[in-house]
Nanobody
Framework: QVQLVESGGGLVQAGGSLRLSCAASGRTISSYPMGWFRRTPGKEREFVAAISPRGDMTQYSHSVKSRFTIFRDNAKNTVDLQMNSLKPEDTAVYSC?????????????????WGQGTQVTVSS
């Protein structure tokens, strides 16, 4: 089992930056693709970014590409999401997830472990 805990969320003005962190415990995540998703009330979970086990491949949703960057540190068992140029429409609960397989899965059903999420609120 893998336990995931996110941190770093908060309130920020439009144009600002936040860095989310996901700390894993229970087992090493070095062999797992990792992803970040977000959810707003009344909407389905939305893919944000994913990174391959070795960190050499990444994938982003069109809405965040060039603004967000996903990192991983397998030695520390962490995955971060650097979010720049934030917009009000980025407001959501952000969750990290770990997948048993693939390289950079983008569908929620491809992930096996989820964190509880951290709230990000971007004011206009």
């Amino acid at each position: 089992q893998v336990q995931l805990v996110e941190s770093g969320g908060g309130l920020v003005q439009a144009g600002g930056s936040l860095r989310l962190s996901c700390a894993a415990s229970g087992r090493t995540i070095s062999s797992y693709p990792m992803g970040w998703f977000r959810r707003t009330p009344g909407k389905e979970r939305e893919f944000v970014a994913a990174i391959s086990p070795r960190g050499d491949m990444t994938q982003y949703s069109h809405s965040v590409k060039s603004r967000f960057t996903i990192f991983r540190d397998n030695a520390k068992n962490t995955v971060d999401l650097q979010m720049n140029s934030l917009k009000p429409e980025d407001t959501a609960v952000y969750s990290c997830a770990a997948s048993h397989g693939g390289l950079i899965p983008i569908q929620p059903w491809e992930y096996n472990y989820w964190g509880q999420g951290t709230q990000v609120t971007v004011s206009s």
